[in-house]
């Protein structure tokens, strides 16, 4: 298996764009997770799907962050607009099921100017 | 929700002495607590992980304690190598099947 899955790697953009990052989780996993990571805030959890329904959201930051789940191999978190608060690493994860071990992808380093 | 701390946030070792990380949690129904390694510029990856219903697990260099009375876990590392160098998190999961990630701890493992 090619593990978790995430585009693009690096992004670099301007205040006020759209930001979309994309996620394909492992095969079977009935679970995925989106974090975000900087080093002032460490990482956090910012909304996770189990059988693709959204079970928390509670950690997204505001409006502006949008997350989607339309099927079992495929997840998108948007940011529109983007700011320069939103630069970190965005990490998206599965797990077999909500009680096992999380599988990271390389992650998504956004950069908003 | 969950009030997940580490100890230390950092932590220099020589090669081949001990380290220990501590990570205590609040919610007592907690039942899964997983611990991650980061190395530098890449993903978190699971290590060892322990469950409600045992004390100890051991994998080679590496083993966690869980001391689900006091609401506190650790992780053990013996023999340590530079390789070791990195950022350990805790991960401990609530009843209400979400994780939280403790705020790491930057282990050096000085040669």
């Known amino acids: 298996d090619a593990g978790v899955i995430q585009s693009p790697r690096h992004e670099v953009t301007e205040m006020g764009q759209e930001v979309t990052l994309r996620c394909k989780p492992i095969s079977g996993h009935n679970s995925l997770f989106w974090y975000r990571q900087t080093m002032m805030r460490g990482l956090e959890l910012l909304i996770y799907?189990?059988?693709?329904?959204?079970?928390?959201d509670s950690g997204m930051p505001e409006d502006r962050f949008s997350a989607k789940m339309p099927n079992a191999s495929f997840s998108t978190l948007k940011i529109q607009p983007s700011e320069p608060r939103d630069s970190a690493v965005y990490f998206c994860?599965?797990?077999?099921?909500?009680?096992?071990?999380?599988?990271f992808g390389p992650g998504t380093r956004l950069l908003v100017l | 929700g969950e009030n997940v701390e580490q100890h230390p946030s950092t932590l220099s070792v020589q090669e081949g002495d001990s380290a220990v990380i501590k990570c205590t949690y609040s919610?007592?129904?907690?039942?899964?607590f997983p611990w991650y390694k980061q190395e530098l510029g890449k993903r978190p990856q699971l290590i060892i992980d322990?469950?409600?219903?045992?004390g100890e697990k051991k994998d080679q260099r590496i083993a966690v304690t869980l001391n689900k009375t006091a609401k506190h876990f650790s992780l053990h590392i013996t023999e340590t190598q530079p390789e070791d160098s990195a950022v350990y998190f805790c991960a401990p999961q609530n009843t209400g099947n979400q994780f939280y990630f403790g705020t790491g701890t930057s282990l050096t493992v000085i040669p």
């Open positions: 919610d007592s129904a907690s039942n899964y």
């Open positions: 799907f189990n059988n693709n329904v959204p079970i928390d």
């Open positions: 322990i469950r409600s219903n045992v």
């Open positions: 994860a599965s797990s077999p099921d909500r009680e096992e071990t999380q599988y």
